[in-house]
Protein backbone atom coordinates (compact mmCIF):
# COMPACT_ATOMS: atom_id res chain seq x y z
CA UNK A 1 0.00 0.00 0.00
CA UNK A 2 1.43 3.38 -0.66
CA UNK A 3 0.87 6.09 1.04
CA UNK A 4 0.21 9.60 0.17
CA UNK A 5 2.80 12.51 0.50
CA UNK A 6 2.31 15.20 3.05
CA UNK A 7 0.44 17.82 2.67
CA UNK A 8 2.54 21.33 3.09
CA UNK A 9 1.56 22.76 6.10
CA UNK A 10 0.08 26.39 4.02
CA UNK A 11 -1.48 24.20 1.70
CA UNK A 12 -3.58 22.64 4.53
CA UNK A 13 -3.65 25.97 6.61
CA UNK A 14 -5.27 27.67 3.05
CA UNK A 15 -7.17 24.90 2.36
CA UNK A 16 -9.46 24.85 5.98
CA UNK A 17 -9.53 29.02 5.93
CA UNK A 18 -11.28 28.54 2.76
CA UNK A 19 -13.73 26.03 3.71
CA UNK A 20 -14.77 28.16 6.22
CA UNK A 21 -14.98 31.38 3.96
CA UNK A 22 -17.15 29.23 1.73
CA UNK A 23 -19.29 27.49 4.31
CA UNK A 24 -19.80 31.04 5.66
CA UNK A 25 -21.07 32.43 2.80
CA UNK A 26 -24.01 29.88 3.05
CA UNK A 27 -24.20 28.72 6.56
CA UNK A 28 -27.63 27.38 6.47
CA UNK A 29 -27.12 25.00 3.77
CA UNK A 30 -25.11 22.36 5.96
CA UNK A 31 -25.09 23.79 9.49
CA UNK A 32 -23.41 21.13 10.70
CA UNK A 33 -20.52 20.91 8.55
CA UNK A 34 -20.17 24.84 8.79
CA UNK A 35 -20.31 25.37 12.56
CA UNK A 36 -18.45 22.06 13.22
CA UNK A 37 -15.72 22.38 10.32
CA UNK A 38 -14.72 25.99 11.84
CA UNK A 39 -14.20 24.85 15.47
CA UNK A 40 -11.92 22.54 13.86
CA UNK A 41 -10.22 25.07 11.99
CA UNK A 42 -9.60 27.56 14.66
CA UNK A 43 -7.91 24.02 16.61
CA UNK A 44 -5.54 23.89 14.20
CA UNK A 45 -5.08 27.18 13.70
CA UNK A 46 -4.50 27.63 17.78
CA UNK A 47 -3.49 24.66 18.95
CA UNK A 48 -2.11 22.77 16.00
CA UNK A 49 -4.81 20.16 16.48
CA UNK A 50 -6.15 18.18 13.69
CA UNK A 51 -9.24 17.15 14.71
CA UNK A 52 -12.85 15.31 13.74
CA UNK A 53 -16.14 17.13 13.81
CA UNK A 54 -16.99 15.54 17.00
CA UNK A 55 -13.97 16.66 18.65
CA UNK A 56 -13.92 20.00 17.34
CA UNK A 57 -17.28 20.76 18.75
CA UNK A 58 -15.98 19.69 21.90
CA UNK A 59 -12.50 22.28 21.12
CA UNK A 60 -14.99 24.83 20.41
CA UNK A 61 -17.02 23.95 23.80
CA UNK A 62 -13.67 24.48 25.80
CA UNK A 63 -12.24 27.45 24.08
CA UNK A 64 -14.44 29.33 21.52
CA UNK A 65 -16.76 32.18 23.51
CA UNK A 66 -19.32 31.14 25.91
CA UNK A 67 -22.24 32.89 23.68
CA UNK A 68 -21.12 30.41 21.08
CA UNK A 69 -21.62 27.28 23.21
CA UNK A 70 -25.75 27.17 22.56
CA UNK A 71 -25.28 26.50 18.93
CA UNK A 72 -22.12 24.56 19.27
CA UNK A 73 -23.80 22.27 21.97
CA UNK A 74 -27.23 22.31 19.51
CA UNK A 75 -25.04 21.21 16.37
CA UNK A 76 -23.34 18.55 18.35
CA UNK A 77 -26.45 17.25 19.15
CA UNK A 78 -27.57 16.75 15.44
CA UNK A 79 -24.30 15.65 14.42
CA UNK A 80 -24.51 13.37 17.47
CA UNK A 81 -28.61 12.32 16.17
CA UNK A 82 -29.41 13.35 19.82
CA UNK A 83 -32.15 15.42 21.09
CA UNK A 84 -32.27 18.33 20.56
CA UNK A 85 -32.70 21.06 23.36
CA UNK A 86 -34.12 24.77 23.04
CA UNK A 87 -33.35 25.61 19.35
CA UNK A 88 -31.50 28.62 19.21
CA UNK A 89 -32.52 32.00 17.00
CA UNK A 90 -30.60 33.54 13.64
CA UNK A 91 -28.87 35.74 16.58
CA UNK A 92 -26.22 33.29 17.52
CA UNK A 93 -25.17 32.10 14.43
CA UNK A 94 -24.63 35.64 13.59
CA UNK A 95 -22.19 36.19 16.90
CA UNK A 96 -20.60 32.36 15.85
CA UNK A 97 -20.23 34.05 12.48
CA UNK A 98 -18.96 37.24 13.75
CA UNK A 99 -16.49 35.32 16.51
CA UNK A 100 -15.29 32.90 13.36
CA UNK A 101 -14.49 35.56 11.00
CA UNK A 102 -12.22 37.21 14.40
CA UNK A 103 -10.80 33.67 15.08
CA UNK A 104 -9.53 32.37 11.77
CA UNK A 105 -9.27 36.15 10.29
CA UNK A 106 -11.59 35.82 7.19
Known sequence: MEALPPVPERDFRDAIIKDVRVAQGEP???????VLNACRACAYLHDDAILSKDAGGVWGLAHLPEQDHPLIQQVLALYRGER???PVGHAAWDDFAASMREAILL
Open 84 to 86: LGR
Open 28 to 34: FYDPISF
